[in-house]
C-alpha cells in the first residue's frame, strides 16, 4: 500500500527576520502564486508562480518524522540559475495543509500553506 497528496490552493507570505534593515520588495504573496504538485511515496514535486512572477517548480525528496518533514531539492525558474537552484525546507503536516517554512535571501523566509488530499494505491 502506498501513499500519495496532491497538493493545492496554496498561500504564501514573505517573513523578515528584520523589517528595519531592507526596502520592501514587491513579491508574489497571498494565493497569487498558484502551487499545484503532488507528494508520491518521498518525492515532492510543485508547479508555481515565484515570488518575481516567474514561472517555477520544485522538485526534490521528503525525508519524513511522522508529521514533521524534510525536503531537499532543486528549485527551477529563478534568474541566474539556469540549472536550478538548492532548497531546503522544513515542513509539518496538518490535517488539511501542509505548512513550509523556506530558507529565503535578505534575512527572510517564506512561510507556505498548501492544501493536500491523502490517497493510497496498491501496486
Do not use: C
Amino acid at each position: 500500500m502506498y501513499k500519495y497528496f496532491t497538493l493545492y490552493e496554496s498561500h504564501v507570505k514573505h517573513v523578515k527576520y528584520a523589517p528595519w534593515k531592507r526596502v520592501d520588495i514587491p513579491y508574489v504573496e497571498n494565493l497569487d502564486n498558484r502551487a499545484k504538485g503532488t507528494v508520491i511515496e518521498d518525492v515532492f514535486v510543485v508547479n508555481f508562480t515565484n515570488s518575481h512572477g516567474n514561472e517555477g517548480s520544485v522538485i526534490g525528496n521528503i525525508f519524513r518524522f511522522w508529521r514533521v518533514w524534510f525536503l531537499f531539492g532543486k528549485a527551477f525558474g529563478y534568474q541566474g540559475y539556469p540549472g536550478g537552484r538548492n532548497v531546503v525546507a522544513i515542513l509539518w503536516r496538518g490535517k488539511e495543509f501542509l505548512h513550509l517554512r523556506v530558507p529565503g535571501p535578505a534575512s527572510e523566509y517564506l512561510a507556505i500553506r498548501i492544501r493536500h488530499k491523502e490517497y493510497e494505491y496498491d501496486d
